[in-house]
């Protein structure tokens, strides 16, 4: 089958952005934290060699944050995470899985830490507010808590630096990955980090108001003209080879932060004051039963991966693939998957079970890019 | 523009019936609760009068359930919703507003009491699990949350009740508005409301399992062939007409449960315990200041409402619509809009801004259905 049609209605909000979204000639959508989010301009694999090669503005302002205010801001972040968040500096990003108190991930988002007493936390999808805003609730905390009139916007690509210093100055050359500076354009300051969702090098603008969006859309669209710059999206193959997760996708609420291979990003045992981190202290200290891993599939191109695809060997379950798509690149299907420990070592060889038929896989020592 | 393509990925949960509406000829989708929901299957008008005058299936399994259940679960729900749930009885079923602290709605769905300490909440797309989650953790409750594997498949129209005493027995026929029995299907017991999002009357099946879906599902289809039998799903046309709201589409946040209308289902006096009880209280008193109202737009038919529309009266902003659609059976746009005190008596003329111009608008006593 192919894509079936989305029906527009106001639950499914649009963005500061949309505008140039669609007179950029936009294809096809899907739903994030009940907002558009581009996922086609030209076709999925142009959009992934111009990605590699140039430049890229996407709106991905269904990133959408969750900020955090007053004197327990601090207090209530660490509550949220098993990330250790003491040497977290003002103008510092961290990418932290945030936890339920059985260590199950809720969401994994990029904190951005805006002062002492003040963080934005830019959601993947999930209504991250809720769980942040029940807890708050519960534990009484003296904290302000909402989704402020704030939309990222992606500049990625190569080609990022040299646009982004066009529009914003020399200043933004200057920003180091993961942390962040204000930068003003047109008289309004945004935050702009060094960051994004592909490996290709870039940054995300916190745009700051609606009214703002449109103006530096086209601002960056006329400034990279001789870039080539265009509008594009988080690109399914490049996050692939990438190794880039995606919640909802490559892991959910059952699934631990270290079977998601983000153990590095916990420091369970000096995360004091964790809700998840009892149930994690087992985890960290005996590792996981299954973890996340590169699956190269073998055979030509394998259908669009909207459902968990079962793993197996010798008839036996042990892992899903959750994400999958032809790499032109890597001249290979590559995809991410969960598989048990007795299969995960590299090297490995399994079985897919695609809806086009059984394939066999091997597992990968690392992601491809 | 018409309507744009979604790109599926496991992230947009495919349901138990996704084999069948598919084979039914779905042409579009929605995305709510990280799942799938059909919108579209010949055409919205065609389902429209056909939802009059038949019986149709619909794949609702994106209203999923937050099931809570242990000591604690009763007084949980009580802390959840300023309705007073003191006289609720196993087997019946509430629908219930739920709040923050601040009387903000965080969904609106229909709570199914099991027994005395379980209960199903069929929730609104929005991740109501994470509020429920966080509020149970920080007041230490003892309680358990999970979203089951179950899964509503409705069957709607005037001809619902013959079909599902042919697939359930005579015992469907004998359940009550809003009340619910266990009924058998080959073997596994589903819990089945009286219940669904249309006023052309039906049934709610709590399909329980994945498995017991598509033989469900086929039993339906089966047995109401001379019903004229056809898969359907939420109407646009017919909720408007009916003033069903849509969460996220007519309220959000923002408001509360009073400005929506839903002041009927508030015991703000007696709902003790309730977590936006303090901040109702005044509101219960003193009336909302703006509140949803049924409209009736003038002219041609208007184009797809995907964003607020601004209502106007002398050039002053008092209100805005949230959906909008031409009714063939009452020959206007029929529309549900949020309008201020000053401009919500039936009989106040307004203007509603869409993009195809500034057009006049009546205030209804009522909604249609």
């Known amino acids: 089958m192919g894509a079936p049609l989305l029906s527009p209605s106001r639950r499914l909000r649009r963005t500061p952005f949309s505008e140039g979204v669609e007179a950029a000639g936009v294809k096809a959508y899907t739903v994030y934290n009940h907002m558009l989010l581009p996922t086609v301009f030209r076709s999925v694999e142009e959009d992934y060699h111009h990605l590699k090669e140039a430049v890229q503005v996407w709106d991905v302002a269904c990133e959408r944050q969750v900020e955090l205010r007053g004197p327990d801001a601090g207090r209530l972040m660490q509550m949220l995470t098993p990330r250790d968040l003491r040497g977290m500096l003002p103008g510092q990003c961290y990418y932290m899985p945030i936890v339920d108190e059985t260590g199950g991930m809720?969401?994994?988002?990029?904190?951005?830490?805006?002062?002492?007493?003040?963080?934005?936390?830019?959601?993947?999808?999930?209504?991250?507010?809720?769980?942040?805003?029940?807890?708050?609730?519960?534990w009484r905390l003296d904290v302000l808590i909402d989704e402020p009139d704030i939309s990222p916007l992606a500049?990625?690509?190569p080609k990022a630096e040299e646009l982004m210093a066009r529009?914003?100055?020399d200043a933004a050359r200057d920003i180091r990955f993961f942390r962040f500076a204000p930068l003003e354009f047109q008289g309004r300051m945004h935050v702009v980090a060094r960051s994004g969702y592909s490996k290709q090098g870039g940054y995300e603008i916190y745009v700051d108001g609606t009214d703002a969006g449109?103006?530096?859309?086209?601002?960056?669209?006329?400034?990279?003209?001789?870039?080539?710059?265009?509008?594009?999206?988080?690109?399914?193959?490049?996050?692939?080879?990438?190794?880039?997760?995606?919640?909802?996708?490559?892991?959910?609420d059952d699934n631990t932060p270290h079977e998601c291979g983000l153990g590095r990003f916990c420091n369970t045992q000096s995360a004091v004051g964790c809700i998840g981190r009892d149930a994690l202290l087992r985890v960290a200290k005996e590792g996981p039963v299954q973890q996340i891993r590169a699956l190269a599939i073998e055979g030509p191109r394998v259908p669009v991966c909207d459902k968990w695809w079962p793993v197996t060997a010798r008839g036996k379950t042990v892992g899903r693939v959750s994400s999958a798509v032809w790499s032109p690149d890597f001249d290979t299907n590559v995809a991410i998957g969960m598989v048990r420990l007795t299969h995960w070592d590299p090297g490995d060889i399994v079985e897919v079970h695609t809806p086009d038929g059984v394939r066999p896989a091997e597992v990968q020592a690392a992601f491809w890019n």
């Open 106 to 138: 809720l969401n994994d988002p990029v904190a951005v830490k805006l002062a002492e007493d003040r963080f934005w936390i830019s959601i993947a999808d999930s209504d991250l507010l809720f769980w942040v805003n029940g807890v708050a609730q519960g």
């Open 214 to 252: 449109m103006p530096l859309w086209n601002a960056l669209m006329e400034a990279g003209k001789d870039l080539d710059v265009h509008a594009g999206c988080p690109n399914l193959i490049e996050r692939v080879e990438s190794g880039l997760l995606s919640y909802g996708n490559d892991m959910t």
């Open 155 to 157: 500049v990625q690509g």
């Open 167 to 169: 529009v914003f100055g």
